[in-house]
């Protein structure tokens, strides 16, 4: 009988690399959290441990840290070592975790992928698997990087002890940047690093490690900046950099007429305090008083994409040997501005063009893939007047009024020839729509999970957001005196800039449980603001910018163990989740935009453009909000894509029926355990999850047996309990002719699958089952002949009723 993986590793696997010179520092192994799955109001993690893989490294001297650049995937010992590794997947490999070459084994041959051939070779014999000093040359080579060199230092640095248990991407990051730090250097260019990670993926601890390596290896001659543009940015980015270098990170400010970080040796500042927001006679006065010319050694852009119009390229321009660093999750790529002068073009454009084309990329869908982030499930609904284009004549004609004031509009107030449901909410309100919107929101909360759930919807404008605060409460406060329920406090609340006005309330929405549950607001949370019990995200407001919608996506992803959060429900009014899989390109703002990109429609601080002189409401007209499907999102070649469910659920069946064409190949296939796990495993590595589907289907009550007999066999679906007493009371002459303890065993499993499936039949804890165990188990049953024949009978008998 062959070795499983995990023996595979152990008999194989490990004792090859032990005597290839691969010791326990030169070998590490990689393992992720089992994936998440948008199963149920929260999700779930998936059964089962996640990947595991092992990191081969190199090693230089009594270095603190290996170099990994090659990754070995364990096979089972009877399957073949090229099976799934074609190019692509080579490829992606290589990027995901920033490795030169990938190799599967099955502890008997193996397999290489090389990331700069774009060659794959193989299978060959294990035992010719490259010896540690081989790879370590050959990685010097094809990298160009001679690791023996001081400035190479860096590569093989440990974390910071306050961040020592950092995630296998967060690692991969940081070596992609010194990578091209030590190129840049090496070809006399100045280094300009990129690095994309989806919202939620801790770029602020690879920050903070980055400069930590670099510090140790002795590469941070000079202080190092972290500059964002929101204050909760820099109080998180604070948090975690002072617990690396405790007073040597300080946060930029003026202290008894000085700068309070002066003698600190890494700067945490926003654009702001430098005064880089100061009109022209102020300009950077905070920046040019206290910091001189190339004042510091590293310089972190946070959130790049979204501060690329504004001024911060004055800190790069007076800094320009400085090592240049953007993190973004979403970089940006613009359409060339016509009012842009030639400096703004030159840094300020286009992300990828300034600081190259990112080193590293980690996507929401693969940490979803790797349980790091929340899955997610997407109900898209849309109210039916936004179909509607109407013209000035008819607004005028249904006699609107100004929302704020009441005053009847004349022509002179309406600004368009046509008005269409992108100007709903802002320049047009339509006098059902918002309460119709709400009503539908506050009902589906209900049936998935409940109304007190953490949730931010995203309105158009402030005016907008008071009306959906006002909604929300009048139906939490409805259905607390249906359901004789205590209200809590401040259910529904504006969250806007500025004082007074909701965002005192965002520290409670994060930590409480008992009050501050639905946040309207523009885009005050569009970034920066980590809410991990977040459990939805709502779309009230049209979006025209991918770069926006990925940030205000971002707010659902992070999992919050403690309630049990692995998952988040997008509920999108406005089709705004066409933009998931789309490039971010984007227009430059309009002139005077303040560089908030192209979607602003709040008024006041935090929410846009200006007040405009009247918005109009008109009254009259019939509003119904219709579902438009519900979707997964998935990985699509390499994208992230919503699946409707109708195609997933088809996807899913098809590839069961590829594996058995009838309903009795199907039966014999699911008998057997190994057969049956494999398809599981097949369709989870595929990224389908038949547990998503059959709970979207109402089916938890069925076995996926029955899930997949019916969808693809058209066979009549029996519940557990069903099918469990339909085997036991079909079969009572067969038992009848048996020993009567081997009945009372194989009657047992009857009992037990109708508590836990097909699962429940292929645990240990079957035999421990007291009915079981008092009959004596599997000694019960080899008075009838041999117990794994036994069992595969009963299972046909069961799946056969």
């Known amino acids: 009988m062959s070795y499983n993986e995990q023996e595979t590793r152990f008999f194989l696997i490990d004792p090859v690399l032990r005597d290839k010179g691969y010791n326990d520092h030169q070998w590490l192994k990689l393992e992720t959290p089992a994936p998440v799955e948008p199963t149920g109001p929260k999700g779930r993690r998936r059964k089962g441990p996640g990947r595991t893989d092992y990191l081969l490294c190199v090693q230089v001297g009594d270095m603190p840290k290996p170099l990994p650049v090659g990754v070995l995937e364990a096979k089972r010992e009877s399957e073949d070592p090229l099976k799934g590794m074609q190019q692509a997947k080579g490829y992606a490999d290589c990027q995901r975790f920033e490795v030169k070459y990938v190799f599967a084994t099955n502890g008997r041959r193996y397999g290489e992928f090389n990331f700069f051939t774009r060659l794959q070779c193989g299978p060959v014999p294990f035992q010719d698997f490259p010896p540690h000093p081989a790879l370590t040359a050959r990685y010097a080579k094809d990298t160009g990087i001679d690791i023996s060199r001081p400035e190479a230092a860096i590569l093989f640095q440990a974390d910071s002890p ?225 179909n509607r284009v109407f013209t000035r004549t008819e607004i005028l004609a249904a006699k609107p009024v100004d929302i704020r004031t009441g005053r009847p509009l004349t022509e002179a107030d309406l600004t368009k020839e046509e008005y269409t449901g992108k100007d709903f909410d802002h320049e047009l309100f339509i006098e059902l729509r918002t309460p119709k919107m709400c009503e539908d929101l506050f009902q589906l909360l209900c049936q998935n999970g409940g109304p007190e759930q953490k949730v931010i919807i995203f309105c158009t404008r402030e005016i907008h957001a008071d009306r959906v605060a006002q909604q929300m409460n009048n139906l939490y406060a409805r259905w607390c005196r249906e359901n004789r329920q205590t209200p809590k406090d401040h259910y529904a609340f504006k969250c806007m800039g500025g004082q007074n006005n909701g965002a005192d309330m965002i520290e409670p929405m994060r930590g409480s449980g008992e009050r501050a549950f639905i946040a309207c607001t523009v885009d005050l949370l569009e970034a920066g603001v980590d809410i991990e019990r977040l459990n939805a995200v709502v779309f009230f407001r ?182 469990g007493g339909l085997y036991i009371s079909g079969n009572q002459g067969w038992f009848d002719g048996m020993d009567g303890k081997a009945a009372i065993v194989l009657k047992g499993l009857g009992h037990q699958f109708a508590q836990g499936g097909t699962d429940a039949l292929e645990t240990p804890a079957l035999w421990e089952v007291p009915e079981i165990k008092r009959a004596g188990g599997l000694n019960a049953l080899r008075v009838l002949g041999r117990p794994a024949a036994l069992m595969h009978e009963a299972k046909g008998r069961l799946f056969g009723v």
């Open 162 to 386: 306050a961040w020592a248990q950092s995630r296998y991407y967060q690692d991969a990051a940081i070596r992609a940047a010194f990578e091209k730090i030590i190129r840049c250097r090496q070809n006399g260019e100045l280094p300009r690093v990129l690095l994309t990670l989806a919202t939620g993926s801790g770029k602020t601890i690879i920050a903070t490690n980055l400069l930590w390596r670099l510090s140790e290896a002795g590469q941070l001659p000079k202080p190092a900046l972290f500059l964002c543009d929101r204050d909760e940015l820099r109080e998180q980015a604070y948090t975690k950099l002072k617990a690396a270098f405790g007073d040597n990170a300080r946060i930029v400010k003026t202290e008894k007429g000085q700068n309070a970080a002066r003698n600190a040796r890494i700067h945490i500042a926003t654009y702001q305090t430098l005064g880089l927001d100061d009109d022209d006679e102020g300009f950077a006065s905070f920046l040019s008083e206290h910091y001189g010319e190339d004042a510091f050694s590293v310089i972190i852009i946070d959130e790049c994409h979204r501060s690329a119009w504004g001024r911060w390229s004055e800190v790069l321009r007076r800094n320009p040997s400085a090592v240049h660093i953007g993190l973004t999750a979403t970089p940006r790529q613009l359409h060339e501005s016509k009012n842009a002068t030639a400096e703004d073009q030159e840094i300020t454009a286009n992300n990828r063009k300034y600081f190259g084309e990112p080193v590293y990329e980690y996507t929401l869908i693969q940490a979803q893939e790797d349980g790091y982030l929340a899955a997610c499930e997407i109900v898209k609904r849309k109210a039916s007047i936004d």
């Open 542 to 723: 049209y979006l025209q910018s991918p770069i926006k919608f990925y940030q205000m996506v971002g707010r659902g992803t992070r999992i919050h163990e403690e309630t049990d959060k692995y998952k988040f429900w997008l509920y999108d009014y406005t089709d705004v989740t066409s933009l998931f899989g789309t490039d971010f390109i984007t227009k430059p703002p309009r002139p005077g935009g303040g560089g908030k990109g192209g979607d602003g429609g709040g008024e006041g601080p935090g929410g846009g453009d200006p007040e405009p002189p009247a918005v109009a409401e008109v009254g009259g007209h019939y509003v119904a909000v219709t579902p438009q499907g519900r979707f997964i999102l998935t990985n699509r070649d390499g994208r992230d894509t919503p699946i409707p469910v109708d195609e997933y659920r088809r996807e899913v069946i098809q590839r069961v029926l590829r594996e058995a064409h009838n309903l009795d190949e199907f039966r014999q296939l699911w008998i057997e355990t190994q057969k049956r796990r494999q398809l599981i495993s097949h369709l989870l590595g595929d990224n389908f999850s038949p547990e998503v589907i059959r709970e979207i289907d109402q089916m938890n009550d069925f076995d996926l047996y029955d899930f997949f007999g019916h969808h693809g066999y058209h066979a009549r679906a029996l519940k557990r309990p069903e099918r």
